[in-house]
């Protein structure tokens, strides 16, 4: 009788400590799932410059080549007389004092490798915050490169294939 | 006795609270999965109307033939009437040649027209236009583009 109070006992020891690790495994992973149901920070970065980029590809303020026979933007098609930091600046307005986005677009000829043509948005925060990209934390900046086919009109009126490169710089919060 | 009965229960309860918890963790799992596939289809989105600009401007590329410009659009229409495709090929491959994530498909009534198979491995998002076959019916054009 002695002998087999023991062997229960014993028994029921081994037990309880494989009940204490399942327990364990449960608030770990109710921890976890908890955790990652709540969302303490949304990056909402990337969709920023994916918005400003697809503002400058399609809104008839900006670069796109705008058919004044038709009143259509043509899509696709830059026009290199409004690539200019003014026209950008003025399509997409936050005020004097934008401390919200920059960028740059190149344009190069589809052939030949030298740029062809350069504007910015925000110019200045755009020279300011180049230098801090590639940091990591508070201050350092975001950036996000874009390269598109496009086409772009020159002065005298001819469509020509090129790369469009849009460079967005996002200050990190 | 008791004890006995106890100790045959005890471990049918923590088989129970085992599969319960198995359970509720795959309920979860697939709740944070719908979650997440939010912000990819917001993603989604966004990178079409990129996709969208770039089959535009492919469709409106200047082309040279016979010391006569035209449109890639007519080009397009141009060889399902004399069948002969080289000049499109051609003109698409320099395209995805600098683009190599760039995959069209051309689909006339009779034929299909693939440039870049190997973008076929990134198609996340495609946009597609239709252009009206010389001989009735339609020529689909599809622009795959990969979202990074």
């Not at chain 1, 799932?33 to 994916?50: D, F, G, H, K, Y």
């Not at chain 1, 020279?127 to 990591?136: A, Q």
């Not at chain 2, 395209?95 to 491995?121: C, E, H, M, V, W």
Request: neutral net charge.
């Amino acid at each position: 009788m002695k002998r087999d109070k023991s062997a229960i006992t014993t028994f029921e020891m081994i037990y309880w400590i494989a009940r204490a690790i399942f327990l364990i495994i449960v608030i770990v992973s109710v921890v976890t799932l908890v955790r990652l149901c709540i969302t303490t920070q949304s990056n909402t970065e990337e969709l920023e410059a994916n918005l400003l980029v697809n503002h400058f590809l399609y809104s008839p303020d900006s670069i796109v080549y705008y058919d004044e026979f038709s009143g259509r933007p043509m899509l696709g098609i830059v026009d290199t007389g409004r690539l200019n930091d003014m026209t950008l600046d003025s399509a997409f307005s936050f005020g004097d004092k934008n401390t919200m986005l920059a960028a740059k677009i190149e344009i190069y000829d589809f052939d030949s490798k030298p740029v062809k043509f350069v504007a910015y948005y925000n110019k200045p925060y755009y020279d300011g915050w180049f230098p801090l990209t590639g940091e990591s934390g508070a201050g350092a900046v975001s950036e996000y490169p874009f390269s598109i086919y496009t086409l772009y009109s020159t002065p005298d009126g001819k469509i020509n294939k090129g790369i469009m490169n849009i460079t967005v710089l996002i200050p990190k919060s | 006795m008791r004890n006995k009965k106890a100790i045959l229960a005890a471990p049918l309860v923590d088989f129970w609270s085992i599969i319960i918890f198995i359970f509720i963790i795959i309920v979860f799992y697939y709740i944070i999965q719908s979650t997440v596939g939010g912000s990819e289809d917001i993603k989604a989105r966004q990178q079409t109307l990129v996709t969208n600009a770039v089959l535009e401007a492919y469709l409106r590329t200047p082309v040279s033939v016979d010391g006569k410009e035209i449109q890639m659009s007519q080009l397009i229409i141009d060889a399902h009437i004399t069948g002969d495709y080289t000049k499109l090929i051609e003109e698409s491959n320099s395209i995805t040649g600098k683009f190599p994530k760039y995959g069209i498909d051309i689909f006339y009534p009779d034929r299909q027209l693939s440039i870049n198979r190997a973008a076929s491995l990134y198609r996340y998002n495609q946009v597609s236009s239709f252009i009206p076959a010389p001989n009735g019916g339609t020529i689909k054009i599809i622009l795959y583009l990969p979202y990074d």
